[in-house]
């Protein structure tokens, strides 16, 4: 009986799993799950234990071990998203934005919305002018110090806070000074819904920038807001789409395409590079997530999203819940006691310490206070500090994609839009979300210890051990047919050898001679000036453009100087 009782208990234990998330003030919310629970209910007893309501502007993000963020689906399992082993730790952000965040339903819903921008803020996400983050900072304080009390903040009180990733003397004073005369008498809640409305109107509000190449190889920042798609490089915001433009979000390894329609007649295709395929992957499911839930006007509008124009190939993903429209139809019907909000005040922060009471920062960049930043940022170095803009290539009624003219160039700069005095450089913005030392550790002492990283690396390795031992029956059974077979036996072997050869030979010519097809309709293609419908939009794509001046060129110029070479022998001789 108690064998029993053990090996139930044992199996019980294994059915269940330790999730830890982290929330948006810092604090941990810890609970045990069943191993085949969905997103769904772990984001419902987070929302249960916050008493939130307004919860389709939140969700859960998390890191894998190769410290790719991901954010968590609420319709598949838990244990299968995730690539490391239990415990996992994640955290709770805000996904979607909200358009107008200071006229969100309820006051809980507003205060984590400020929690997350004041999170942004000190990361260097949310970037505004000097003016702007004065008032900002200032909106903080007051929230969550009250009035000014000159027994309690002595001079240069402020300096003792830390509201951005680097701030000089004269803004600490700015912002004392804002403190001392404006906000007398502001009431926490009324200096945060202030806060929401004055970082609503910024260039960068509800910007979540993924690092990316141009096809310059210019680095630049892409982002997906409440109102549109934005790309950031330098201190400007170089391009804008609002989101009915965009017409189609499409990737392919590490290139990441951006289809547009800004006017009637004119079509726009972006495209950028990102580190790698699985960064791509990530942004673009963030792009069809932010399109739908912005863009659509309900739910039952939404449909699987491929990422490839052919539908055997490429990943598919389907949005899954409420657009803005319904969320906001939703809120207005809520009829509730407002719950008790316990504000976070003064306590340490160890992701965003920007109340917390240490020395002033310097002019210069801070330092990384976590060894796997630093690695990370690493890769990820060469990907800021640009005022280059991003090449846009226009489409009008069927025509090649061409350098645009100095017209069009200075069209487009006067939209940029310059969104600080300093270049958009997110310090800690393009860094996972923190993840448990106990799991890091995890992780990489199964890449020491030459562990398999995943399920389907052990399948394959498995897989290929009896492989290797097939092979050898294989060998053992053909070398004892080999000594007792007779003459009969042995032309029979050579006749199925023959035939195995002129299959191949056939195989081998079919092959050439669709290449040469291939060949034949390349050239057709590039060098033709056929108006037919289906080659004008197969030059068109990107992928053609890519292929056409990054292969197809540089090889005819190099059989172009092979056989000047071979004519000038000739002439010679």
């Known amino acids: 009986m108690l064998?029993?009782?053990?090996s139930g208990s044992v199996r019980n234990l294994e059915r269940e799993y330790n999730c830890t998330v982290r929330l948006l003030d810092d604090t941990e919310y810890t609970c045990t799950i069943?191993?085949?629970?969905?997103?769904?209910?772990?984001?419902?007893?987070?929302?249960?234990?916050?008493?939130?309501?307004e919860k389709d502007y939140f969700g859960i993000r998390y890191v894998d071990p190769d410290k790719q963020r991901h954010w968590l689906e609420f319709?598949?399992?838990?244990?299968?998203?995730?690539?490391?082993?239990?415990?996992?730790t994640m955290c709770l952000r805000v996904k979607f934005y909200p358009p107008d965040p200071a006229a969100l339903k309820e006051e809980i819903t507003r205060y984590l919305v400020f929690l997350q921008?004041?999170?942004?803020?000190?990361?260097?996400?949310?970037?505004?002018?000097?003016?702007?983050?004065?008032?900002?900072?200032?909106?903080?304080?007051?929230?969550?110090?009250?009035?000014?009390d000159p027994g309690k903040h002595p001079e240069g009180y402020s300096s003792k806070f830390q509201f951005f990733p680097k701030h000089s003397e004269k803004l600490e004073r700015r912002i004392a000074d804002i403190h001392k005369t404006e906000l007398i008498g502001q009431k926490p809640e009324t200096s945060?819904?202030?806060?929401?409305?004055?970082?609503?109107?910024?260039?960068?509000?509800?910007?979540?920038?993924?690092?990316c190449k141009d096809v310059s190889g210019n680095p630049a920042f892409l982002a997906f807001t409440p109102f549109g798609f934005v790309v950031l490089q330098g201190n400007k915001r170089v391009h804008f789409l609002k989101w009915n433009e965009v017409t189609k979000l499409k990737f392919e390894g590490k290139t990441f395409h951006i289809y547009a329609n800004q006017k009637e007649d004119k079509k726009i295709i972006l495209t950028y590079f990102a580190p790698t395929p699985e960064a791509c992957k990530h942004l673009w499911k963030c792009g069809v997530e932010n399109q739908a839930f912005y863009k659509l006007e309900k739910s039952s509008q939404v449909r699987t999203v491929s990422s490839s124009n052919l539908f055997f190939k490429g990943s598919r993903f389907r949005y899954s819940g409420r657009v803005a429209k319904e969320v906001m139809e939703q809120s207005a019907k809520i009829k509730r006691e407002p719950p008790e909000i316990h504000r976070a005040g003064l306590v340490p922060s160890r992701s965003c310490p920007s109340i917390t009471h240490g020395p002033r920062l310097s002019s210069v960049p801070r330092t990384r206070r976590r060894a796997v930043h630093i690695s990370i940022m690493e890769g990820l170095e060469s990907l800021r500090d640009s005022a280059h803009s991003t090449p846009v290539r226009s489409v009008s009624h069927g025509e090649s994609f061409i350098p645009r003219s100095r017209s069009q160039v200075a069209d487009t700069s006067e939209g940029m839009a310059v969104i600080s005095d300093e270049a958009y450089s997110p310090s800690d913005s393009v860094l996972p979300t923190p993840v448990a030392e106990h799991s890091m550790e995890l992780a990489v002492s199964r890449q020491i210890n030459g562990a398999p990283c995943s399920i389907e690396e052990e399948k394959e390795l498995e897989a290929g051990t009896p492989m290797h031992g097939?092979?050898?029956?294989?060998?053992?059974d053909s070398r004892s047919a080999q000594e007792g077979a007779g003459g009969d036996s042995a032309l029979s072997e050579v006749e199925q050898v023959n035939k195995f050869v002129l299959s191949v030979l056939r195989l081998l010519l079919v092959t050439i001679g669709l290449l040469f097809v291939l060949l034949l309709l390349l050239i057709i293609l590039t060098e033709s000036d056929l108006d037919i419908a289906f080659l004008t939009d197969i030059r068109q794509t990107p992928?053609?453009?890519?292929?056409?001046?990054?292969?197809?060129?540089?090889?005819?110029?190099?059989?172009?100087?092979?056989?000047?070479?071979?004519g000038e022998l000739l002439i010679n001789k």
């Open 34 to 53: 069943q191993r085949d629970a969905k997103g769904q209910y772990l984001f419902d007893l987070i929302c249960h234990h916050l008493n939130l309501l």
């Open 3 to 6: 064998s029993r009782f053990m």
């Open 192 to 211: 945060e819904r202030n806060f929401l409305q004055k970082a609503q109107m910024l260039e960068t509000y509800g910007v979540d920038p993924h690092p």
């Open 470 to 476: 097939e092979r050898g029956d294989y060998g053992a």
């Open 75 to 88: 319709t598949k399992s838990i244990a299968k998203q995730m690539k490391s082993q239990p415990p996992f």
């Open 117 to 148: 921008l004041k999170r942004d803020l000190y990361h260097g996400r949310l970037l505004c002018k000097t003016s702007d983050a004065a008032m900002l900072a200032a909106y903080i304080l007051q929230a969550e110090i009250g009035d000014y």
């Open 543 to 566: 992928e053609f453009e890519q292929f056409h001046y990054e292969y197809f060129c540089p090889l005819r110029r190099w059989f172009a100087c092979k056989l000047r070479w071979v």
